[in-house]
């Protein structure tokens, strides 16, 4: 009887062991419920990857989270668990804390500021949590992967099509994003580059952070000073639309240009094509390719450090036909 009780008993522990292969390297997140979450596939899902948004006041990150959310919607092996932290640095800081100790499989963020989310982002390293990081950048490399387009070439490109227009002369407002990100950062140094050693005069220039009521309000200043503005420069497009309404409120709207990045089809497109921006820079949202290089590290597998998405510009002469790439 001794035989066949110890025979029956590695019968139990082969089979338990052949279960867990069959479910995979992630299935402690499987019956891990979070608020707020989907739960339609939790019974399917082996995989939570939890999704730190800085904000959603942006149409721009609106869009990030529904390409996350469309690409991982095709795996019914993926449980997504999203936070927004309302422009909230602190928030932010806590909603990663909250992945780590709710034991998520992997997370995605998109932060607020480099510096405060450096820490945090570490910690989850250090708990053997993989991080991709999207959009901006953190200080140092303590993460799995970082994807974005390269915003100082996007600056740089804006800055050459202004100068064209411009035929190297003109008085440009430059209304920035949260330069305590890089994006705003690296905008605005791109730019600045390019139109270096022109007669092209950056009048004015204010943080807008983002957020197209404050392009409104810093447009109204800019207006009230200056008589003569040839051209808007803003680091996304409700910051250039914001400009728009601005200048169109004091009736100036048609003796300036105004220049946009992202490009969302709804949004900075539908402008060049309703003639309301001149030209807008594509900022890839990189959702669908999160939960691409997700996978690749869930399942073992390496991806590269820094994935660099492409970019485009949509102006009037080429936007019925798609824009056209950044070289």
């Not at 932060?111 to 993989?130: F, Q, R, S």
């Not at 390269?150 to 949260?178: P, S, T, Y």
Request: overall charge positive.
């Amino acid at each position: 009887m001794r035989k066949i009780k110890l025979r029956f008993g590695w019968i139990s522990v082969l089979t338990s062991l052949a279960t867990a292969l069959l479910v995979g390297s992630c299935s402690k997140s499987g019956s891990n419920e979070q608020p707020g979450t989907d739960t339609s596939k939790k019974a399917k899902a082996t995989c939570t990857i939890g999704m730190s948004q800085c904000n959603l006041g942006e149409p721009w990150r609106v869009q990030m989270n529904a390409d996350i959310k469309a690409a991982a919607d095709k795996r019914p092996d993926i449980k997504m668990v999203f936070k927004d932290a309302q422009n909230d640095t602190l928030k932010q800081r806590a909603h990663v804390e909250e992945f780590v100790s709710a034991g998520v499989d992997l997370i995605i963020i998109s932060p607020k500021e480099a510096a405060p989310l450096t820490e945090p982002v570490a910690k989850a390293m250090d708990a053997g949590i993989p991080v991709i990081v999207l959009d901006r950048k953190l200080l140092g490399d303590k993460f799995t992967c970082f994807i974005g387009a390269d915003n100082v070439k996007i600056g740089k490109a804006a800055g050459e099509w202004i100068k064209q227009k411009l035929d190297g002369k003109g008085k440009v407002v430059e209304l920035k994003g949260l330069m305590t990100s890089t994006p705003g950062q690296d905008r605005n140094r791109g730019f600045r580059e390019r139109i270096a050693g022109s007669s092209i005069e950056v009048i004015f220039e204010a943080d807008m952070k983002w957020l197209e009521p404050d392009a409104r309000k810093e447009m109204e200043s800019a207006l009230s000073r200056f008589n003569k503005i040839d051209l808007v420069y803003a680091h996304n497009d409700p910051g250039a639309h914001g400009a728009y309404l601005a200048a169109k409120a004091a009736g100036r709207e048609k003796g300036m240009m105004f220049v946009g990045i992202d490009a969302l089809p709804q949004e900075g497109v539908a402008y060049v094509q309703q003639g309301i921006l001149d030209a807008t820079f594509q900022y890839p949202t990189g959702g669908a390719e999160a939960i691409e290089a997700a996978l690749k590290i869930l399942k073992g597998g390496k991806v590269p450090k820094e994935i660099t998405l492409g970019s485009r510009v949509f102006d009037k002469q080429n936007v019925a036909s798609g824009g056209k790439a950044l070289d």
